[in-house]
């Protein structure tokens, strides 16, 4: 059974930056992709960052130069590492990894960024 657990939440000020984390356990095959989504109450999960297996990375747009995603070498921990932190990046973070056109996520850990 896929598990992806997350950790670095919490509260910064604006312009300061968190470093999050989130290591796969209980699968034998490497994912797809593993990446970050966001979610504010009440809408919907947005993508935040995503590596893929060949290392390739994608952004959001409002991440883009402020936000770095990673993997650690056995591909089982991704990492985000956020700076310049704003207000509007306030949301719950989600782990996700997909293989075989399924979804794992992991339970959310909340970011706060105050002005």
């Known amino acids: 059974q896929v598990q992806l657990v997350e950790s670095g939440g919490g509260l910064v000020q604006a312009g300061g930056s968190l470093r999050l984390s989130c290591a796969a356990s209980g699968s034998r095959f490497s994912f797809n992709s593993m990446g970050w989504y966001r979610q504010d109450p009440g809408a919907q999960r947005d993508l935040v960052a995503v590596i893929t297996s060949d290392g390739t990375t994608n952004y959001a747009d409002s991440v883009k130069g402020r936000f770095t995603i990673s993997r650690d070498n056995a591909k089982t921990t991704v990492y985000l590492q956020m700076s310049s932190l704003k207000p509007e990046d306030t949301a719950v973070y989600y782990c996700?990894?997909?293989?075989?056109?399924?979804?794992?996520w992991g339970q959310g850990t909340q970011v706060t960024v105050s002005s």
């Open positions: 996700n990894a997909k293989r075989a056109f399924v979804n794992y």
